[in-house]
């Protein structure tokens, strides 16, 4: 009987990048002790060698796929997509940070190490076919994610978006475990597929109320996590006061693995209720494209701007979450990956223009980087172009994909309001580029450094991934259906 | 090569915009160089076409194909037909010419400026080659930006107002048109089980009127945004007035024709029946006529000579929307030719008003008077053009209007009426213009030193001044071209025979040796609506004689009928 409960060799394969991170995470900690002050730099390089060993045995254990350690994780194309999809934006992010600590003359393992205990939360997230475990990797991702928002101690606007990320996020994981615990006594099991069984099966339903209520309370949770209308209000603060790399990561990372967890547990738990929760994801959606998009209008702080933007976002992937097909699902990865490459290129472009303390966090701090650094503009206008949705880029395929999954649900009214207020959002984006091309440099531009060569590796990938994002779909578009089939309901 | 053309001449811009963008930006001469001569090349290269293209052949020519998103049903689709030919020369040509003519007047950023128009005419040409309606949105869409750019960097004080307001029209009416191909889509995916954005396959849609006539005003809003149609053409005068010389040309020489070739290759063959609903044609017709007379009007009441061309863009757009719900050959020919018209010779006129610019650097009409006495060959063109435009006989505009007005006339004789009320308002604010910048002494001081036109401007000009001869005396080729193409489009309107037919027949050019009765009746009866307001006497005469059977006398005499109604408003 015991022999049961002892795992296989292959099961570690299945958990192998979660381990790797594991390992690297804590390697880094221990040779921070040891690394003088101006080598610190090297630990970074040891992070993203990390992630790169991560990100290929999330690879191979997709060689190997299958459920591990009892059926509270399972590897299928889905959970290879978001693992490697935060994996990647890790990746993205350490190359932004390495550049960006040396300028504040603030490098440490210390920060390194967070990024890659928060990335095994995001993995493990990714994977979770376990309430239990979901709620173990959000924690993880959580925590180390609310000491990276305020990383800089001196820094006041760091402080406050620390703070406010953990309180609010601590009341977020609260309702997520309140709910849990409703679907444990309901179904006598935190096993996703065990709850879809009892919920389908007639004779073991327990009373819709009680279900409802335990399905709200774990959605309020992740809408939490996600940013999504109403229970957005901390993603401006803490976007704009965390330093722009972290911002970076906040807005990407776990982002993508709440989303996954997000459609993990409604699509396999709860899949067989979707009548009940896609009327009320069909509100939330609308406003959150609706709140995001106006409330951007008339920001002027990039960052700010920034973040309402990312919470629109948030409102077409739930546009597609609505839609409730297996295209819909595909919509969401494809949207998610190119979200992760434009947001982040925006961020690290706006982190690298903010200079020393991030004193150039203005929309008019950004004139005339068109003429000062050509390039920089360039590829800061192509992830703008992105986020606007225009042809080419990877944020018009996601955007198409959505609303095509939409529409083909029959939600014609959500498709045309998100369309007319992803033209809305095109006002506020335009504000970006008017300031590089058509404002004449001022200050910030005098202070304005060339691009670290870590930065420039950062940027340079995002955008080459949105453009191939944008041009050939196609590269991603067949695992996509298939990870959706996989994650569709029985 | 040989099958590749139309994806050479594509792509040529594009990867000249590649080049570009891999020289330094300091060498400005180099950088100049390079785009004209790539703008230049891929107008060569598109010369090909006319020698290969065959006019009889009733589908699409130089037919491309390879998949693209193969998970979706888009492909790389191009092909070409008389009215895409047409349109892609004029864009090619029009492009050389807009990277040309800024030689001298950019020097501040010249690298962005050349390589946004490089990739603007490879937007450009992609609308008019795409058989897929993803692709086509794809290209349509990319066109935003590089205009944007140009209006918003190189133009004039309230560039950044113009450039947003300009994106935000257009990019708010593309979606809406991306909604009606989805519902296209999603219509043949539902009858046939296949997923795609073929037009051809599209074409085999049967669909019930009521959701022809929400996806019509879907595809509508995209297009009429575009065109501009009238009450969603408040960006035009902005966009234009400030953007660049090269931006104006570009914006009212191709991109207005995007909207009218949308209607032409989309709205009307996929949608017939909705098309062809009395009360659509009804609301199209009037937003058409309302454009013509309120953009005439508006421009009789500019003080700035750039707002007034740009104005005049939309009452001449109109006229192609007229001819275009006029549904039938003689309209539809019109239309096309009209088209093409208002490419060369707004395009003249945003050149022209460019060069004056550039020496005196102020557009206020008032600030201008007697320069053709400094200016004797720049006034020459400028007489030239104001003629071609206000659709003088011998030059371009007279073929093209007097044709959709013929068409329409066929329709309902008010539409014909208010379109000539239209076309003499148009003479009378581009006469106005001319006399008031041109004739008269010369009274401000600086305007004593003007220089006439340099050689390079005189080379700009020519050859558009040429073409407005040329289909002004010879259209003929441009009907020919048009015929079939025109045909297919009427076939679709009216599956049924009998109609198809008589509507289809009159799209013969003047001149052309025609025998039916019908034939020789249609064309006497077009031009009698254009002339009735003036010279009724004359037009009966012409159409007796027409009537008798000598056709080939038949233009000299519209031409000449025409030419006194013109001297009358002249006169007036």
């Known amino acids: 009987m015991i022999g049961n409960y002892v795992p296989h060799g292959v099961e570690y394969i299945r958990i192998l990048p979660e381990i790797l991170l594991c390992i690297f995470g804590i390697l880094i900690m221990v040779l921070e002790a040891v690394t003088a002050e101006g080598q610190k730099r090297m630990l970074g390089v040891l992070a993203l060698v990390g992630i790169v060993v991560a990100f290929a045995a999330n690879l191979y254990a997709y060689t190997v796929p299958g459920q591990a350690f009892q059926n509270v ?103 997520l475990l309140y709910g849990i615990a409703w679907c444990y006594g309901l179904t006598g099991s ?116 920034m973040a309402y933007s990312s919470i629109a976002h948030a409102g077409y992937i739930l546009v597609a979450i609505t839609a409730d097909s297996q295209l819909g699902i595909a919509a969401v990865m494809f949207y998610l990956a190119a979200y992760a490459l434009m947001n982040i290129g925006a961020f690290v472009v706006i982190g690298h223009v903010a200079a020393k303390n991030e004193r150039y966090v203005r929309i008019e701090d950004l004139a005339g980087l068109a003429k000062r650094q050509p390039a920089t503009a360039a590829l800061f206008a192509l992830f703008v172009f992105s986020l606007i949705g225009v042809p080419l880029t990877g944020g018009f395929f996601a955007k198409f994909y959505v609303f095509r999954a939409a529409l083909e649900a029959h939600l014609v009214w959500l498709t045309v309001l998100g369309l007319a207020t992803s033209a809305v959002a095109a006002f506020y984006y335009l504000k970006i580029v008017v300031a590089m091309y058509m404002k004449e440099p001022g200050e910030s531009m005098a202070d304005l450094a060339p691009l670290s060569s870590g930065t420039r590796v950062a940027v340079w990938a995002a955008a080459l991934g949105t453009l191939i994002l944008g041009i050939f779909p196609s590269v991603l578009l067949p695992f996509l259906s298939y990870s959706a089939s996989m994650l569709g309901r029985q | 090569m040989t099958s590749h053309l139309l994806s050479s001449i594509l792509f040529l811009p594009l990867a000249g915009m590649l080049v570009l963008l891999a020289m330094p930006s300091e060498n400005r001469k180099l950088i100049r160089g390079w785009a004209n001569a790539v703008s230049i090349a891929t107008f060569l290269l598109s010369l090909c076409l006319i020698i290969r293209f065959d006019i009889n052949a009733g589908g699409y020519q130089f037919m ?145 009127a009521g959701t022809e006539e929400w996806i019509f005003f879907a595809l509508f809003l995209g297009f009429a945004v575009k065109i501009p149609m009238f009450p969603l053409h408040t960006w035009l005068p902005d966009a234009h007035t400030e953007a660049p010389t090269a931006g104006s040309v570009l914006l009212a020489s191709l991109l207005l024709k995007m909207g009218t070739y949308g209607f032409l290759r989309f709205s009307l063959p996929l949608l017939p029946k909705a098309s062809t609903q009395t009360w ?96 004797p060959f720049y006034a020459t063109v400028f007489a030239i053009t104001v003629f071609a435009s206000a659709g003088l006989p011998l030059l371009n505009g007279f073929i093209g209007e007097f044709t959709i007005l013929s068409g329409a006339f066929q329709v309902n004789l008010w539409w014909a009426v208010v379109g ?119 037009t009966q005469g012409a159409g007796s004689k027409l009537s008798a059977g000598r056709k080939n006398r038949a233009p000299r005499l519209l031409y000449r009928s025409t030419f006194l109604s013109l001297i009358q408003v002249e006169a007036r």
Not at chain 1, 113 to 125: A, D, M, V, Y
């Open chain 1, 73 to 175: 994780i399972t590897i299928d194309a889905f959970a290879t997509f978001f693992r490697g999809l935060v994996l990647v934006v890790g990746l993205l992010c350490v190359f932004a940070s390495l550049g960006y600590l040396r300028r504040q003359h603030a490098e440490s393992g210390e920060y390194y190490s967070l990024i890659l205990f928060s990335l095994i939360g995001q993995c493990i997230l990714s994977t979770a076919n376990e309430l239990i475990m979901v709620f173990i990797g959000l924690e993880i991702s959580s925590i180390a994610t609310y000491v990276l928002a305020g990383y800089f101690r001196d820094d006041r606007r760091n402080n406050e978006a620390a703070l406010k990320y953990f309180l609010l996020g601590s009341f977020a994981t609260a309702f």
């Open chain 1, 190 to 305: 935190t096993n996703l597929n065990e709850i879809h069984r009892v919920i389908s099966d007639p004779g073991l339903r327990p009373p819709v109320v009680l279900t409802g209520i335990a399905a709200a309370l774990i959605l309020i949770g992740l809408l939490f996590k996600v940013s999504a209308a109403p229970f957005q209000i901390w993603a401006p603060d803490v976007y704009q006061g965390a330093a722009s790399p972290v911002t970076a990561f906040l807005s990407a990372g776990p982002k993508a693995a709440a989303f996954a967890v997000l459609l993990r547990i409604f699509m396999t738990g709860f899949g067989s209720f979707s009548f009940r929760w896609a009327p009320l994801l069909w509100s939330i959606a609308l406003l959150t494209m609706i709140i995001g998009n106006f409330a951007a209008l008339t920001q002027s702080n990039v960052k700010r701007l």
């Open chain 2, 64 to 208: 491309e194909r390879a998949q693209w998103i193969p998970s979706i049903g888009a492909q790389y689709l191009l092909g070409m037909d008389g009215i895409s030919l047409l349109m892609v020369l004029l864009t090619t040509l029009i492009s050389a010419i807009a990277v040309l003519c800024s030689w001298r007047s950019i020097t501040d950023r010249s690298k962005l400026f050349y390589s946004m128009i490089l990739l603007l005419e490879t937007g450009v040409l992609g609308v008019f080659l795409s058989l897929d309606l993803f692709l086509f949105y794809l290209f349509w869409d990319v066109v935003l930006i590089p205009m944007y750019f140009l209006i918003g960097i190189y133009g004039g004080e309230r560039r950044g107002y113009a450039a947003i307001k300009f994106f935000l029209y257009t990019l708010l009416g593309s979606l809406f048109m991306l909604l009606g191909f989805l519902a296209l889509y999603f219509q043949y995916a539902a009858q046939y089980g296949v997923y795609t954005f073929e037009l051809q396959k599209l074409l085999t849609l049967n669909l019930p």
């Open chain 2, 280 to 375: 659509i044609v009804q609301l199209m017709v009037a937003l058409s006529l309302i454009a013509i007379i309120y953009g005439a009007l508006v421009c009789l009441t500019q003080r700035d000579w750039k707002r007034l061309v740009a104005y005049s863009s939309v009452s001449h757009m109109g006229f192609c929307t007229l001819g275009i719900f006029a549904l039938n050959a003689k309209g539809l020919t019109g239309s096309v030719i009209q088209q093409v018209n208002h490419g060369i010779t707004t395009g003249l006129l945003f050149l022209l008003v460019g060069f004056i610019y550039e020496r005196r650097h102020t557009r206020e009409i008032s600030e201008f008077g007697g320069v053709a006495q400094v200016m």
């Open chain 2, 420 to 538: 000539v009320i239209g076309l003499i308002l148009g003479a009378a604010y581009l006469l106005w213009l001319f006399q008031r910048t041109m004739l008269g002494p010369l009274k401000q001081e600086e305007n004593k030193s003007l220089r006439d036109l340099f050689p390079r401007e005189r080379l700009l000009v020519l050859p558009l001044v040429f073409l407005a001869f040329a289909i002004g005396i010879y259209p003929r080729p441009l009907f020919a071209v048009l015929e079939k193409p025109v045909q297919n489009i009427l076939m679709r309107l009216a599956p049924d025979p009998r109609s198809g037919i008589a509507d289809s027949s009159p799209a013969t050019p003047p001149g052309r040796n025609v025998s039916t009765q019908e034939t020789v009746a249609s064309p006497s009866a077009c031009w009698r609506p254009a002339l009735a307001p003036t010279t009724p006497a004359l």
